[in-house]
């Protein structure tokens, strides 16, 4: 008779399950490493019906739903998309950095107008006052 599985049992099949869904899951672009910790080969197949397909494959693959065994195109097409996003983000980044270098160049330009028109004042007033000076002499 199959009784209801123990707690032990149910949290080593919970377990699985987070391992499998990380496997069916947790792959996108060109891997390095298998979720198994195993490296990633580059295999090419030398099976009947499947003859030359490249495949990114887990070095300890095993076809038990464990190991990545990722067909080549989607490993690489994946790959480009997430490259092209980076690329995305970087330029919307490098924007934004554009963006604030312009407005600070523009608050620092008016400051500097600001700043011209202080010294014009001053410059007039010194006259101003070497004028009385020496216009009393
Ligand atoms: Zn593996």
Same mark, same amino acid.
């Given at each position: $008779?199959?009784?209801?599985? @123990?707690?032990?049992?149910?949290?080593?099949?919970?377990?699985? $399950? @987070?391992?499998?869904?990380? *496997?069916? @899951?947790? =792959?996108?672009? !060109?891997?390095?490493?298998?979720?198994?910790?195993?490296?990633?080969?580059?295999?090419?197949?030398?099976?009947?019906? #499947? %003859?030359? +397909?490249?495949?990114?494959?887990?070095?300890?693959?095993? +076809? /038990?739903?464990?190991?990545?065994? !990722?067909?080549?195109?989607?490993?690489?097409? &994946?790959?480009? @998309?997430? %490259?092209?996003? &980076?690329?995305?983000? =970087?330029?919307?980044?490098?924007?934004?950095?554009?963006? #604030?270098?312009?407005?600070?160049?523009?608050?620092?330009?008016?400051?500097?107008?600001?700043?011209?028109?202080?010294?014009?004042? %001053?410059? #007039? %007033?010194?006259?101003? *006052?070497?004028?009385?000076?020496? /216009?009393?002499?």
């Amino acid at each position: $008779m199959w009784g209801s599985p @123990d707690k032990a049992t149910m949290k080593a099949m919970m377990r699985e $399950m @987070d391992y499998i869904t990380l *496997v069916a @899951d947790g =792959q996108r672009g !060109i891997p390095k490493e298998c979720p198994c910790g195993a490296r990633i080969v580059h295999e090419i197949s030398k099976i009947e019906g #499947d %003859l030359g +397909n490249r495949y990114f494959t887990c070095s300890a693959y095993k +076809n /038990d739903r464990f190991h990545w065994r !990722i067909p080549w195109f989607h490993g690489v097409e &994946e790959e480009f @998309d997430k %490259l092209r996003e &980076e690329i995305e983000e =970087q330029k919307d980044k490098q924007c934004q950095k554009l963006s #604030d270098l312009e407005a600070q160049v523009k608050r620092m330009s008016e400051e500097l107008k600001k700043h011209r028109g202080m010294l014009e004042k %001053l410059k #007039d %007033l010194v006259d101003h *006052v070497v004028k009385t000076i020496f /216009d009393g002499w």
